[in-house]
């Protein structure tokens, strides 16, 4: 009798502690691995300090303009739709597609547009260190 509880409670711990039969439909997609911006110019090395992982979903309303501004963080998104294009203050030029990457200018001041007729949705990643904020925005100019 008390090989055969043995028995039924070894059967009940095999099957509780099973493997779980994972998926073989799992894909992984490469957007993008860089070491430069989308402008081509190489990206800075990361800061000493405590890292600090930021992630934010931006959304610019259909011709809405994102003012001049600054990243001193490495960033990186994706455009989840609509169309987005950004222009740095030297004239380059980047316009992006639902589902592109895209790896931002650091320390360069540019500004983005949405094109299009419908939302503009990022996400986008930016990689710094406490107390670093992710965007500076110059101030305009007052009269």
């Not at 547009?113 to 925005?137: Q, R, S």
Request: aromatic share 6%; with cysteine.
């Amino acid at each position: 009798m008390k090989t055969l509880i043995q028995c039924l409670l070894l059967s009940f711990l095999v099957t509780a502690c099973a493997v779980p039969e994972y998926s073989e439909h799992i894909q992984s997609t490469q957007l993008i691995k860089t070491t430069t911006s989308w402008n081509g110019q190489p990206l800075p090395a990361y800061p000493d300090g405590t890292p600090e992982i930021t992630i934010l979903r931006i959304t610019i309303p259909p011709k809405g303009l994102v003012p001049l501004h600054l990243h001193p963080v490495i960033n990186a998104g994706v455009l989840l739709k609509g169309k987005l294009s950004v222009t740095t203050e030297a004239g380059d030029e980047l316009h992006l597609e639902p589902n592109e990457p895209i790896v931002e200018v650091v320390n360069t001041w540019h500004y983005g547009k949405n094109e299009g007729d419908t939302p503009a949705e990022i996400l986008v990643f930016y990689a710094g260190k406490v107390g670093t904020p992710v965007t500076i925005t110059q101030s305009p100019e007052k009269p």
